[in-house]
Nanobody, 127 residues
Framework: QVQLVESGGGSAQTGGSLRLSCVVS????????MAWIRQAPGKGRERETV?????????TYADSLKGRFTIVRDNSKNTLYLQMNSLKPEDTATYFC???????????????????WGQGTQVTVSS
């Protein structure tokens, strides 16, 4: 059973930075597509895929976030990271680490394609 545990959330001011971490256990990280997915307050169950990374470290990003966020995986540490720079109030959300076993280069873009989820970590950006 894959388990994902996030950390690193918190509060930041507009223009600040935060780095989220997600420790993976229960599966060889090389067999996983991984993603950061967020759910903003007041948007019900709507979730946005922030970034994905495949087993070859190929990444995709939501168009609105390119250049500000960076997803990185360190398989030697079984850890996924999300570096968030130039934060904006609209980045306020609960951020989830998600994963799915996938041996192909193509990771799901939609959040429904991910089977395993962490508990989420809150990010709050104030103006």
């Amino acid at each position: 059973q894959v388990q994902l545990v996030e950390s690193g959330g918190g509060s930041a001011q507009t223009g600040g930075s935060l780095r989220l971490s997600c420790v993976v256990s229960g599966e060889n990280p090389n067999n996983l597509c991984m993603a950061w997915i967020r759910q903003a307050p007041g948007k019900g169950r709507e979730r946005e895929t922030v970034a994905t990374i495949n087993r070859y470290a190929t990444t995709t990003y939501a168009d609105s976030l390119k250049g500000r966020f960076t997803i990185v995986r360190d398989n030697s540490k079984n850890t996924l990271y999300l570096q968030m720079n130039s934060l904006k109030p609209e980045d306020t959300a609960t951020y989830f680490c998600a994963a799915v076993v996938n041996y192909t280069p193509l990771c799901p873009v939609d959040h429904t394609g991910y089977r395993y989820w962490g508990q989420g970590t809150q990010v709050t950006v104030s103006s």
